[in-house]
C-alpha cells in the first residue's frame, strides 16, 4: 500500500482505544494501529473549533474514547482529519508553519501491520 489515503483508511470502523498526552506530542491509539501527532491536533464538535490552549481541551478529546472512526481524510501539505460520529473530529495540521520546533514531521503513523508512514 504506497498510497497515504488509503493507509488512514485502515482506520475506518477501528474504535479510538486511548490517547497518551507525552511531553510533546499526543498518540492516537486504535488497538493496533497508532497515529502520533507531533503538531498540536484540533479537534471539530459539530460547528464549534478547539485547540490545545482553549480551557478543558483535554477532556473534550477524552471523549472521543470508544467512538469509531466514520471516515479518514488526507490532505497532502494541509491537514489529517479523522471524522467520528455527531459531527466529531481530530485534525491534525501538516502545514510547515505550524510544525513545532526543528521537528519536519507533523505526524507519523504506525498502521500496526508492519507499515509506517510520516508526513
Known sequence: MNDPN???NILIGEELS?????????????????????????????????SRTDAGFC?????FIGL???ETSLRENEKICIRFPARRSINIS????????????AVNFDDGHGGFWVW
Open 94 to 105: 501538516l502545514r510547515t508553519e505550524d510544525l513545532i520546533g526543528r521537528s519536519a514531521e
Open 59 to 63: 477532556d473534550l478529546l477524552l471523549g
Open 6 to 8: 488509503q493507509a488512514l
Open 68 to 70: 469509531p472512526v466514520e
Open 18 to 50: 486511548s490517547i497518551e498526552f507525552v511531553r510533546d506530542y499526543i498518540q492516537f491509539r486504535f488497538d493496533g494501529p497508532c497515529l502520533t501527532a507531533i503538531t498540536d491536533p484540533f479537534i471539530i464538535l459539530g460547528q464549534q473549533q478547539y
